[in-house]
């Protein structure tokens, strides 16, 4: 059976209006099953572009960037068929179309991917500039230049970016800042292009790889995925293929995360543990019990967690998208965490709800000193954005009384089924509706 893709965007203004409301100090219990990757399948749908056939793409987790990307997909004319709520066939050989406007972009970073995969379609593409998570300045310097080093020009106007060539050549790509998003968009430009790409000091993600398997099972022939080197020989055809997403790293590390922070046992399962190992590793050095199985982890700690410090890195380091998490779990430590943020210049905004709580953390720039406190207490907070939403859904079961956590549109965007996943643990946790302020003030003025 399969639905029309418009009736899912459909109503989600609704979700301004909606807080969580957790009461806190449960530990978590039980087991819960991991989603396919947020950033893997956000590069994985633009990618459908490049085949001249259907896509059948499975464990697509039901999340808000999933729904707006396919919206995209749609309106360029490809054909979406929702075969089950996480498996899709996409049919992109009627799409008609190289620009992508404001409309969708703006509510979504990943939406850049779409100039690599159409530039690497029709030697043409105009996409909007991208929105999503504000941590300070998020340039695009390394996309465009790997485009010219394709043989595109490119030029923004009115917050449009433009890229034409008439023949895209392989190049020698090399990265000056490791990059997700750049590595991604040249892979997608690159696959098609005459002769080899080499892509330098690229960036290892697990989802970087996901791109790559997806790709070569389209009849890519993309080497290196997973190292600082890709080689990418263009071929002048890609198939369509079959193709199931990798489990989402940052959801399981979160779920871990929360396990340990409210002193529970929970098993987390369909994950890769070799994708974990860097938070693993920070939870075994606070003192929590992590146990690897061939596709779950089993996380408990009886006790208050240790302090440690922490360093985000590109992958194979600790993940930037751990870094609010894991500040929550180090606020409750024994003893004073340093958490040194190196890959984006603004991530700690999410602190000052967290002071609302009662943690004792001063921000110096990328550096957060955090000494740990006995408790959290509960409090009205907000997400500021995808992973700061789960860091406050960690604090507030955590914490000791009643929290109401809003904009939950953020958290929408990267944790499919969080409010049920967490319930099934143990979690207090309802998703209430509230009346807009807004609207109140305005009727009591009338
Ligand atoms: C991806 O963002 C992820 N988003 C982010 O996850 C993640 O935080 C980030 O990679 C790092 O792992 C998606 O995959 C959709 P980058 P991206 O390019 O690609 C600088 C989440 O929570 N840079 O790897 O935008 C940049 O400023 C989200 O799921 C340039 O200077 O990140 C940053 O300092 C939040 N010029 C560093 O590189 C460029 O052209 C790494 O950014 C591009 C990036």
């Given amino acids: 059976m399969s639905i029309p893709i418009n009736n899912l965007y459909e109503g989600s203004d609704i979700q301004k209006m909606e807080k969580i409301v957790i009461n806190g100090g449960t530990p978590l219990k039980g087991s819960v099953e991991i989603s396919g990757a947020k950033n893997a399948v956000v590069a994985i749908l633009p990618a459908t572009l490049l085949a001249q056939d259907v896509c059948r793409i499975e464990n697509i987790p039901d999340i808000s960037d999933v729904t707006i990307m396919l919206k995209i997909l749609s309106q360029l004319g490809a054909q979406v068929k929702m075969i089950n709520r996480s498996t899709y066939e996409i049919d992109t050989r009627g799409v008609n179309s190289y620009i992508v406007p404001n409309e969708h972009t703006k509510h979504l970073r990943a939406s850049y991917y779409m100039l690599g995969a159409l530039l690497g379609r029709f030697n043409k593409a105009k996409v909007s500039m991208p ?15 790997g485009f010219e080093l394709l043989g595109a020009s490119v030029s923004i106007d009115n917050a449009m970016v433009n890229a034409e060539a008439e023949e895209l050549v392989g190049s020698v790509v090399y990265m000056d800042t490791v990059s997700v998003g750049a590595t991604v968009n040249v892979m997608l430009a690159a696959v098609k292009a005459k002769g080899q790409t080499i892509i330098e000091n690229a960036a290892r993600e697990p989802h970087i790889v996901d791109l790559a398997n997806f790709l070569n099972s389209m009849g890519a022939d993309i080497r290196g995925a997973g190292t600082d080197t ?17 489990p989402d790293q940052i959801e399981a590390g979160t779920y871990m995360v929360a396990a340990a922070a409210t002193k529970g046992d929970v098993v987390i399962k369909n994950v890769i543990p070799k994708h974990l190992e860097s938070i693993t590793k920070k939870l075994l050095d606070c003192g929590v019990e992590v ?18 410090n922490v360093k985000t890195m590109p992958h194979p380091g600790f993940p930037t998208d751990m870094q609010p ?9 024994d003893g004073t965490s340093i958490v040194s943020e190196s890959v984006w210049d603004n991530r700690f905004r999410y602190v000052d709800q967290l002071l609302r709580m009662g943690a004792n953390i001063s921000v110096e720039g990328k550096v957060a000193i955090v000494q740990g406190v006995e408790k959290l207490y509960g409090a009205p907070v907000g997400a500021d954005d995808l992973r700061a939403g789960a860091a406050m859904l960690i604090a507030a079961f955590a914490a000791e009384g009643q929290s109401l956590i809003e904009n939950l549109s953020h958290i929408d965007r990267g944790y499919e089924r969080f409010v049920e996943k ?3 643990l143990g979690a207090d946790i309802q998703r209430v509706e509230f009346p807009d302020p807004e609207e109140e003030s305005a009727e009591s003025v009338g």
């Fill in 230 to 246: 890709i080689k990418i020989y263009g071929v002048d055809e890609l198939h369509g293929c079959t193709y199931s997403i990798i």
């Fill in 131 to 145: 929105g999503g998570c504000w941590f300070g300045v998020r340039p695009i310097d390394l996309h465009l230049r």
């Fill in 291 to 308: 146990e690897e199985y061939d596709e779950a982890v089993r996380v408990s700690c009886s006790g208050r967690p240790l302090r440690c």
């Fill in 325 to 333: 998490q894991m500040t929550v779990l180090l606020s409750i430590a």
């Fill in 422 to 424: 967490f319930r099934n």
